[in-house]
Every structure is written in C-alpha cells, then in structure tokens.
T-cell receptor, first 116, second 114 residues
Framework: ETGVTQTPRHLVMGMTNKKSLKCEQH?????MYWYKQSAKKPLELMFV???????ENNSVPSRFSPECPNSSHLFLHLHTLQPEDSALYLC???????????????FGPGTRLTVT | AQTVTQSQPEMSVQEAETVTLSCTYD???????LFWYKQPPSRQMILVIR??????QNATENRFSVNFQKAAKSFSLKISDSQLGDAAMYFC???????????FGAGTRLTVKP
C-alpha cells in the first residue's frame, strides 16, 4: 500500500442522497488531489489542495464539494448526483506543490461510486 | 489545453518478451514532465517512470524505459522481459512545470500471456 487510504471503497447512492468520500494520507505530504476515473475516459483532475488551500477547481459541478481540514485529510461531499457521476474517485497526495519541482503523486485505492 | 493520447486501447505480450506502449501529447510549452502510471486490476495506481522534458537522456527504471522524442511530442514506454505481474492498465500523463494540472491519457490495457 502507498500510504493513502480511502473510505468507503464502494458506495451506492440515490440521486437525492448526501454522502461523503474520505481520503487520508500518512506520508507527511502537503498537497492532495481528487480525480474522477470513468470507463474508457482519461483520468480527470477535479480539485487540488496545497497546504489546505484549494488551488485548482477544474470546472467541477457544485454538486461535488471538497473539504480539506488539514494536510492529512481530504473529503468530497456529494449531493444530488446524477447517474453519469458514477465512476471511480481517486485521491492522491504529493509533497508541496512547488512549480518546476517534480514531485510524484501517490494514489489511494479509490471509491467506486454508483448513482442510481 | 494540453492533451495526451494513447492510441492503443489494448496490447498483449508474451511473457519474457518486450512490448512498447505509445503515448503522444500536444503542448506549446517547453518545460514539463511526463509520467507513466500503472494500475493493476483492483489495485492502486503507482508511478512506473518519469521524465523531465529538459533532460535529453531517456529515463530508465530496471525493466522499464522510455523513448522520449521531444520534437515529435512522443513518450513511449518499453517493458523488457515482461512478467505476469506487469499486466495492468498503463496511463501516460503530462504535467506542466508551471502549474499543478496533470493530464492523463485514456490508458492502455496490457495483457501478459504465460
């Protein structure tokens, strides 16, 4: 394992439900990421946090709401999702996001989300 | 915006043989990083190899090596002496040196035949 954990591993929710995905990293990193992985599509970067501050929001619908209370934890709050939001949601972390410095991202196992 | 293209949705290789996975990218930048990630079935994605665009020398990690052709915007991955454990989805990724946005290709599913 890479030191990045995600819970739950599987989630089935209705379109009117509210749920949260959790990510925790034990690597001492300061940057954390949410990605969406859909079948036969490239991995999509959703949000980036660096030192608990959001630095990227790639035009993600407001029904996805991230929260980063500290550098070790990252949440993705979900509400009124659509069936097309069904996907594998991956969390990743890396050392500080410093431009022109190459830091590897470590990925969690993902949460398989199904919206019914 | 940068795009990453992996033209081979699926590839197969015989155990102990060599296979090359293709990746091309589109960018107007001169300073960037390229990566190959491996995602085994039901397991976490891990970094296989990385390349800084300013380095002319191709990166190598044990049985994994890349052929980085900057002018052609090509970044292929060569796996030598393929092993059963190499079976996975392989993703090519691009990251600009100037921002934090990572772009991934759609992936290539590699099957290793015993």
């Amino acid at each position: 394992e890479t030191g990045v954990t995600q819970t739950p591993r599987h989630l089935v929710m209705g379109m009117t439900n509210k749920k949260s995905l959790k990510c925790e990293q034990h690597l001492g990193h300061n940057a954390m990421y949410w990605y969406k992985q859909s079948a036969k599509k490239p991995l999509e970067l959703m949000f980036v946090y660096n030192f608990k501050e959001q630095t990227e929001n790639n035009s993600v619908p407001s029904r996805f709401s991230p929260e980063c209370p500290n550098s070790s934890h990252l949440f993705l709050h979900l509400h009124t999702l659509q069936p097309e939001d069904s996907a594998l949601y991956l969390c990743a972390s890396s050392q500080d996001l410093v431009q022109r410095v190459l830091y590897e991202q470590y990925f969690g196992p993902g949460t398989r989300l199904t919206v019914t | 915006a940068q795009t990453v293209t992996q033209s081979q949705p699926e590839m197969s290789v015989q155990e102990a043989e060599t296979v090359t996975l293709s990746c091309t990218y589109d960018t107007s930048e001169s300073d960037y990083y390229l990566f190959w990630y491996k995602q085994p079935p039901s397991r976490q994605m891990i970094l296989v190899i990385r390349q800084e665009a300013y380095k002319q020398q191709n990166a190598t990690e044990n049985r994994f090596s890349v052929n980085f052709q900057k002018a052609a915007k090509s970044f292929s991955l060569k796996i030598s002496d393929s092993q059963l454990g190499d079976a996975a989805m392989y993703f090519c990724a691009y990251r600009s040196a100037g921002n934090n946005d990572m772009r991934f290709g759609a992936g290539t599913r590699l099957t290793v035949k015993p």
